[in-house]
């Protein structure tokens, strides 16, 4: 048996030999992350490396057996000498290609431009959403692009998309510029004539010293701002990408090679090519979330985490859940776990499916199975407060079996306060721990998991929203559960036969119109969104009435919106008679008025706005007088209503030229509403914008 093997085996690694290729393979369990019988090998003599070497198909942990040796407590001296000196074996080195320069011409531009970019009002706020300092933005010139434009560029015209800009500089040759969308598009653009590189970030002046390789470049950012003391940081702009010339030669110079790729299906890919051709780089995932920026945002030391890793040779596995799981499967022991869990006083996460309820608390998941547990075996629920993802949801559930909670408290909402985001629960539990319920491939844990994660996501999350203000704005969003779940159980009733006269009213009035007649393209779109299949396709047959889903939606102001259908935009006029109340009840239409700006004018204490609402003055026909230059009592419909539309814009900060020009010719009516709106543009205090990072130091690597 080869040393190397007996070694192992003394640290309790047992192995069985499977193959002699490559100087033979030893097979068995993983000692990292115990799993399987034999995805687990070792090549104790292996030609290409020269060293004995390690992998795991499972966790994707691999490397040189003298640092698993280490970590597994062992002696590495004990190993036989290796063929090849103990310098880093770069492995078969691939075709690089020295890449160019754009044109000095093309250069020039882009530098003019990106100087621009860098400076102005606003420039920090998206990085900093992104745990990006101002100090950071500024000393790798970082700029951003507040709306989608052209730029004329050597005879050819140029798309310039909003977003953040990041240049790419060696020296001073600019090589490429790169923008990270997010309103106008998705991913990241590169800018025509843009030569694509990796990107190098660093304060070190040696090259001798550990690298990390990154994917994006906003994740190379915050390693260089993190921990830009002790590594070259390096972003290959994506998963495909491979090292050109110049990171070829800085990796043979490098005394630690990481890499760290995107936890997705690319990344993992990409993983296998890393592996193959640099055997000794530490390969890994970020702890928790998708990548490092996700981790950074999540509160997990990235400095730590890159200081650990070139200290030890190795990184940490991404976080496991430990929990205990039990199958509850007849009533009496779930009476048992629930009256427990209310005597205790404990706030438990849950998690429903179809066939089983999760019940999570401190170090224990349950699983009840809904197929041999009646609702009468849960009824001391309702004394519990409990947390779950998807409150509407979990409480519309509930409701079906006749049960309600005293309280449901929802990370899902949780997190739309903190980010503006709606996340499903897999990607919020990878974001914040680093697994998710998926962990398992079993339904019964994976519900049982989910219950736990969303207690353990609720604590850290709810941490952040007092760190920032904004518990009492998740307040707002989880009261509203009950009357949205309420809201979607009821839906809205349907006059099917007062729809089918108005349908066939507007047909024959459009069978009677001259296609280039004014009102014909109104009512045929009319016909085509609300025509004889809107019934067949919204309506239930069996109740007469129309469920929509109506749910929180991903906007700055929070609003609620509904969709399949939509009846938030139904028309105002004689359509909405045929949505009709139960017979012996009436519908009421009740809207607040001008609730945006009465909400302003009492936060800005603009006196003469508070004295035109008091006087039951119509602030949108004041702002639309102006806007146009006639007397408030001459404003139609027509201008009222973009003058509405105005205002709501500028009380939302919006920079375009319309809300610029109303705030002007306001500032002499309500000065002190006006300036407020400015100085909350100028400071980038918009309360609409806030960010998902909390830095507590109760929330570090969770």
């Keep these: 048996m080869s040393q190397t093997i007996e070694i192992l085996a003394s640290l309790g690694v047992k192995l069985k030999k499977t193959s002699s290729t490559n100087g033979g393979e030893w097979h068995g369990p993983c000692p990292i992350c115990e799993d399987g019988t034999d995805r687990f090998f070792v090549s104790p003599d292996h030609p290409k490396y020269g060293s004995a070497v390690y992998y795991c198909r499972r966790c994707e942990k691999g490397g040189k057996v003298s640092k698993l040796i280490a970590r597994l407590g062992g002696d590495p001296s004990t190993l036989p000498a290796q063929k ?12 690089l290609n020295r890449k160019l320069p754009p044109s000095s011409e093309w250069q020039s531009k882009l530098k003019a431009w990106i100087n621009t970019s860098s400076s102005g009002v606003g420039l920090a706020e998206p990085y900093r959403r ?29 798309r310039f998309p909003e977003g953040m800009v990041l240049p790419n500089y060696r020296g001073e040759e600019l090589y490429g510029v790169q923008i ?33 390789v990154v994917e994006s470049a906003l994740d190379a950012v915050i390693l260089y701002q993190e921990a830009g003391d002790l590594i070259h940081a390096v972003a290959m702009g994506s998963a495909q990408a491979r090292p050109d010339s110049y990171l070829g030669a800085l990796i043979k110079k490098s005394s630690q090679l990481c890499v760290c790729m995107d936890y997705d299906d690319a990344g993992i890919e990409a993983v296998q090519w890393w592996k193959d051709r640099y055997p000794d780089a530490v390969v890994c995932y970020s702890p928790t979330g998708k990548d490092i920026g996700d981790y950074h945002l999540a509160g997990g030391s990235v400095r730590d985490w890159v200081r650990d890793m070139i200290t030890t040779g190795t990184a940490p596995d991404r976080p496991r859940p430990e929990i205990d799981f039990y199958r509850i499967d007849n009533a009496k022991d779930a009476e048992d776990l629930i009256g427990s869990i209310r005597q205790s006083g404990i706030t438990p996460g849950v998690y429903i499916s179809a066939q089983y309820l999760g019940l999570g608390v401190d170090g224990q998941a349950f699983s009840i199975d809904l197929a041999e547990v009646t609702p009468d075996a849960l009824k001391m629920i309702e004394d519990i407060c409990v947390i779950t993802h998807d409150g509407v949801a979990f409480t519309e559930y509930m409701a079906g079996i006749g049960l309600q909670c005293r309280r449901v408290e929802s990370t899902r909402l949780q997190f739309l306060a903190l980010s503006g985001k709606l996340w499903d629960l897999d990607k919020l539990a990878e974001f914040r721990l680093g697994y998710s319920g998926s962990y398992y491939a079993e339904d019964i844990a994976q519900i049982a998991l989910n219950a736990y994660i969303c207690r353990v996501i609720y604590q850290v999350q709810d941490e952040a929203l007092r760190n920032h203000f904004l518990d009492q704005a998740y307040r707002l969003y989880a009261d509203a559960q009950p009357a949205v779940a309420l809201i979607r159980m009821t839906g809205f009733g349907f006059d099917t036969a007062a729809h089918r006269d108005l349908y066939t009213y507007w047909q024959s009035k459009l069978d009677t119109l001259d296609p280039e007649a004014s009102g014909y393209g109104r009512l045929k779109s009319r016909l085509a969104t609300y025509g004889d ?33 939509n009846l938030m935009g139904i028309p105002k006029d004689e359509l909405r008679k045929v949505f009709h109340a139960p017979e012996g009840k009436v519908l009421i ?20 706005m508070i004295k035109a609402f008091e006087e039951g003055t119509d602030i949108h026909a004041m702002t639309a007088a102006a806007i146009y230059g006639v007397g408030i009592g001459e404003v139609n419909e027509m201008q009222r209503s973009h003058a509405k539309k105005v205002n709501y814009e500028s009380v939302y900060g919006s920079e375009s030229h319309e809300a610029k020009q109303a705030r002007k010719r306001l500032a002499s009516k309500f000065p002190r509403f006006c300036n407020w709106i400015i100085t909350q543009i100028n400071s980038n205090l918009e309360t609409q914008q806030f960010t998902a990072n909390d830095k507590s130091p109760q929330n570090q690597g969770a």
């Design 84 to 95: 090849s000196p103990p310098s880093i074996s770069r492995g078969k080195n691939p075709a």
């Design 130 to 158: 992104r745990g990006i300092s101002e100090k950071t933005v500024k000393e790798l010139g970082l700029g951003l692009n507040g709306k989608d434009r052209e730029l004329n560029i050597a005879g050819e015209k140029c």
């Design 180 to 212: 990270r969308q997010w309103l106008s598009g998705s991913g990241y653009h590169y800018f025509k004539g843009s030569t694509p590189i990796p990107w190098h970030y660093t304060r070190l002046e040696k090259s001798e010293a550990p690298m990390v």
């Design 533 to 565: 299949d809107y019934a067949v396709n919204y309506c239930d047959p069996k109740t007469g009435r129309i469920y929509t889903d109506f749910d929180y939606k991903e906007t700055p102001t929070a609003r609620f919106g509904t969709k399949a259908p």
């Design 589 to 608: 239409g009740a809207d607040y008025s001008q609730i945006d700006l009465r909400v302003a004018a009492m936060i800005t204490l603009d006196t003469a």
